[in-house]
């Protein structure tokens, strides 16, 4: 069964750090592109980081550069989202999302259950 882990969200405080973890399962983890998105309550869900198949080439919202980090461990099938500097507006679920384009208009597509994080005094 495919499956999407995420872990590591909780309380913070508005500077402090987190790093977020999903657990892949189920799939050739090593053959599928991995992001993060968010979801704030009200807000449309928004990507905040990728990485491709090739763990050097990653890409971030412009309101994560530079205070997030996204990396891979294909060894433990493991992508990880770390979180400095965090700031009240990051306040969100944060979700796991694996995907992989076969052909043209043809594709694999899997979400976690999203992990809760919060930042506040």
């Known amino acids: 069964q495919v499956q999407l882990v995420e872990s590591g969200g909780g309380l913070v405080q508005p500077g402090g750090s987190l790093r977020l973890s999903c657990a892949a399962s189920?799939?050739?983890?090593?053959?599928?592109?991995m992001r993060w998105y968010r979801q704030a309550p009200g807000q449309e869900r928004e990507l905040v980081a990728g990485?491709?198949?090739?763990?050097?080439?990653?890409n971030y919202a412009d309101s994560a550069k530079g205070r997030f980090t996204i990396s891979r461990d294909t060894a433990k099938n493991t992508v990880y989202l770390q979180m400095n500097s965090l700031k009240p507006e990051d306040t969100a679920v944060y979700y796991c999302?694996?995907?992989?384009?076969?052909?043209?208009?043809?594709?694999?597509?899997?979400w976690g259950q999203g992990t809760q994080v919060t930042v506040s005094s």
């Open positions: 189920g799939f050739t983890f090593s053959s599928y592109a």
């Open positions: 990485i491709t198949i090739v763990s050097g080439v990653t």
């Open positions: 999302n694996a995907r992989r384009t076969v052909a043209i208009g043809m594709g694999y597509n899997y």
